[in-house]
C-alpha cells in the first residue's frame, strides 16, 4: 500500500445514518479526529424508525443531546401505547402495550425514559452536535474502494457533486453503511439466521381528517389486521402527517410501481374504515426486515456496526436501538487504544460482546413481530421465540466475555427480568447521589464517559485511591476514584435510605471498576491484601496492557 494519501484521520466512518452519526457523536465527545462519508446529500426525510429505548437515551444523556432529542420528538411526546385493531373504526381495539414507559417502571432503573424520535427529526440533531465537537463530516461522499495492511486502511471515497476523489488514510474504518454493506461484502463476510421475514413499503402521506377518526387514541403504532386495510399506522404529528407500513409481496410478483397513488389511498380507507378519507400520498420506500447476524463483526482494521452487522424486525425498534449501542461500545475502545492507554487487543472485545447482544436480541424482535401480528409477517409454526419484556432486553443485557472480568458464562445474555446489581458484564446500576464538589445531584451513569471509574465506601477510599494512583502509573490507564458514602471525605453522598455499597454487590471496604460505557468491568466485594497488586492485574487484563510497556503510536 504505497500510495501517498491526502487527508489522513485515524478513524474513517462510512455511512451517516443513525449508527454512524452516533459513532460519530461519541468519538468527538472523547476527542477521536475522524471523517464520516456519506453517499446521500442529506440526513433521512422520511420519518422512519422511532422508538429510543432507555438505555440509548441514558447514552445520549452522558453525550450532551438527550434534551435536544426529547425537545426534536415533541409532538409525539404523549405518544406511548402500541394498539391493534382490525380498522380504526371498528371498536375492538386491543391495547397490546398500553404504555411503554409505565409509572414507576424504568425510572427504578434509570434516569432516562423511553423517547419517540423520528429518525428525520433525531438525525439533524446528531449531526449538529457531532460537528460541533469537530466531526468531519462529508455528505454526497461514497467509498469507492479500500484496501487494509497490518499498519491501517487506505480509502478512496469520491464527491458525488464534483466527481473529485480523494484518498484517506485511516488507522481503522468502520462500516454503518447499512444491510446490504458494500464493505462487509468486500470484506467476505456471510451473515446467519433465519433471513427474510416479511416485506413492506412505507407510506408517507397527509390526512387531515384522519386525526378525528383517531381520536385520543395516542399510540407509537396502531397495527392493523382487517383484510385490504392490513398494516402499520404511525402518526408524524397527530395532526395531518402519517406513515403507513404495507404489506408487499415481491415474492408473489409485486414491485414498488404496483402501490400507486389509488391502491394506497384505497388500502388506507379500509384500515381508516371510513370510505371517504382524504389520501395526499407524499413518498413510498420499500423495506424489508430480516433476522440476520454478521459472522464476525472485525476484518483486521475493519469494524461492523448496526445493519451492517446484523439485521432485525423492525417491531420494538430493537434494530436501531442495537446499532447505536455498538457504536457507543466501539468508540470508548477507539480511543482507548489510539491514545495509547489500551493495546489493540481490547479492540477483539467489541465482537465477543455485542455479536452475542446481537443474537438475542434479533431473536427478541422477531418474536415480538409474531406476538403483534406484525402485518406481513407469518412466522414459521412452533413455540415461537423468547418472551423477555423490553426492558430487560433494552437495558439488562450481559457481556459474559470481553473486556469483562469475572463474568459468569453460564448467565443468559438476556435476563428474564431487569436484575442490575453490579455484576461484571452487566450495565452499572443507577443510583442518584448528591455531589459536595458541584453542588448537585448526579446519577451514576452520569459518572462514566471519558475514562474508567472505581467506585468504593469511605473506609476503602484511600487504599483503593492509592491502588489506582499506582495502576496508572504502571499501566497508563487513567481511573478516576469516588469515593461513596457520608461525611467530608465523601465525592459522592447517596440518596436518603440507598445502600449504595448492597446495590452493586460489595461492602464499603470493596470497588467496582466501570468501564466508560457504564458496563461493569469487575469487583471486589472486601478489602484485598494488595489493592494496587490486583488492581493492576485485573487493568492489564481488560486493556491489554502490560505493567510498564510504552505507549504505542495512534493505532497501535
Known amino acids: 500500500m504505497q500510495q501517498q494519501a491526502e487527508v489522513r484521520v485515524p478513524v474513517l466512518v462510512v455511512g451517516g445514518s443513525l449508527v454512524g452519526l452516533s459513532l460519530s457523536l461519541f468519538l468527538g465527545r472523547l476527542g477521536v479526529e475522524h471523517m464520516l462519508v456519506e453517499r446521500h446529500a442529506d440526513t433521512s426525510r422520511h420519518p422512519r424508525g422511532r422508538g429510543n429505548n432507555v438505555r440509548t437515551m441514558e447514552i445520549f444523556r452522558t453525550a450532551g443531546v438527550e434534551q435536544h432529542i426529547i425537545e426534536a420528538g415533541r409532538l409525539l411526546a404523549g405518544n406511548h401505547g402500541i394498539l391493534q385493531t382490525s380498522s380504526l373504526t371498528a371498536g375492538d381495539d386491543e391495547w397490546l402495550v398500553r404504555n411503554v414507559q409505565p409509572p414507576g417502571g424504568p ?23 457531532a460537528r460541533k465537537l469537530g466531526g468531519d463530516l462529508r455528505f454526497s461522499t461514497e467509498l469507492r474502494s479500500f484496501e ?3 499498519d491501517g486502511v ?25 444491510p446490504r454493506s458494500p464493505v462487509r461484502e468486500q470484506l467476505g463476510i456471510g451473515h446467519s439466521g433465519p433471513g427474510e421475514l416479511f416485506h413492506n413499503v412505507s407510506v408517507m402521506f397527509r390526512s387531515r381528517r384522519l386525526a378525528s377518526v383517531v381520536g385520543d387514541r395516542r399510540f407509537i403504532v396502531c397495527y392493523v389486521t382487517g383484510e385490504g386495510g392490513d398494516g402499520a399506522l404511525l402518526p408524524v404529528d397527530n395532526e395531518e402527517n402519517w406513515v ?20 394506497i389511498t384505497a388500502h388506507l380507507r379500509v384500515a381508516a374504515g371510513t370510505p371517504d378519507l382524504d389520501v395526499e ?37 430493537f434494530g436501531s436501538n442495537t446499532g447505536i449501542q455498538d457504536a457507543h461500545n466501539l468508540a470508548w475502545k477507539l480511543a482507548a487504544v489510539l491514545r495509547g492507554e489500551a493495546g489493540p487487543g481490547l479492540l477483539d472485545s467489541y465482537e465477543a460482546e455485542r455479536r452475542p447482544v446481537a443474537q438475542a436480541t434479533s431473536a427478541r424482535a422477531s418474536a415480538r413481530s409474531g406476538e403483534h401480528s406484525h402485518p406481513g409477517y407469518d412466522p414459521a409454526p412452533g413455540p415461537g421465540g423468547p418472551r423477555t419484556g423490553m426492558l430487560a432486553v433494552a437495558l439488562a443485557y450481559r457481556y459474559r466475555a470481553g473486556a469483562v472480568a469475572g463474568a459468569d458464562p453460564g448467565l443468559p445474555i438476556v435476563p428474564e427480568t431487569p436484575h442490575l446489581h453490579g455484576e461484571p458484564g452487566s450495565r452499572a ?22 475514562q474508567t471509574v472505581l467506585l468504593t465506601g469511605i473506609e476503602g477510599a484511600t487504599r483503593w485511591r492509592a491502588a489506582a494512583e499506582g495502576a496508572t502509573a504502571r499501566l497508563g490507564v487513567p481511573v478516576t476514584v469516588h469515593a461513596v458514602g457520608e461525611g467530608p471525605e465523601a465525592d459522592l453522598v447517596p440518596e436518603a435510605g440507598t445502600d449504595w455499597a448492597a446495590e452493586h454487590g460489595v461492602t464499603g471496604a470493596g470497588a467496582v471498576l466501570v468501564r466508560p460505557d457504564g458496563f461493569v468491568a469487575w469487583r471486589t466485594e472486601g478489602p484485598a491484601e494488595d489493592p494496587q497488586a490486583l488492581l493492576t492485574e485485573v487493568l492489564a487484563e481488560l486493556m491489554d496492557r502490560a505493567p510498564g510497556s510504552s505507549r504505542p503510536a495512534a493505532g497501535g
Open 154 to 178: 487506505l480509502a478512496v471515497v469520491e464527491d458525488r457533486v464534483t466527481g473529485t476523489a480523494r484518498t484517506v488514510r485511516a488507522d481503522y474504518l468502520v462500516a454503518a453503511d447499512g
Open 429 to 450: 446500576p443507577h443510583l442518584w447521589l448528591y455531589r459536595p464538589a458541584e453542588q448537585r445531584v448526579v446519577s451514576t451513569l452520569d459518572l462514566y464517559e471519558r
Open 107 to 129: 425510572a427504578r432503573f434509570s434516569p432516562s425514559a423511553w423517547c419517540v424520535c423520528s429518525q428525520n427529526d433525531l438525525e439533524p440533531v446528531l449531526v449538529e452536535h
Open 148 to 150: 487494509q495492511d497490518a
Open 244 to 263: 403507513f407500513h404495507a404489506p408487499w409481496q415481491p415474492g408473489r410478483g409485486e414491485s414498488l410501481d404496483d402501490f400507486t397513488d389509488e391502491r
Open 281 to 317: 400520498v407524499l413518498s413510498r420506500s420499500p423495506w424489508h426486515a430480516a433476522e440476520r447476524v454478521a459472522d464476525r463483526y472485525r476484518d483486521g482494521r475493519v469494524f461492523l456496526a448496526g445493519d451492517s452487522a446484523h439485521e432485525m424486525s423492525p417491531t420494538g425498534a
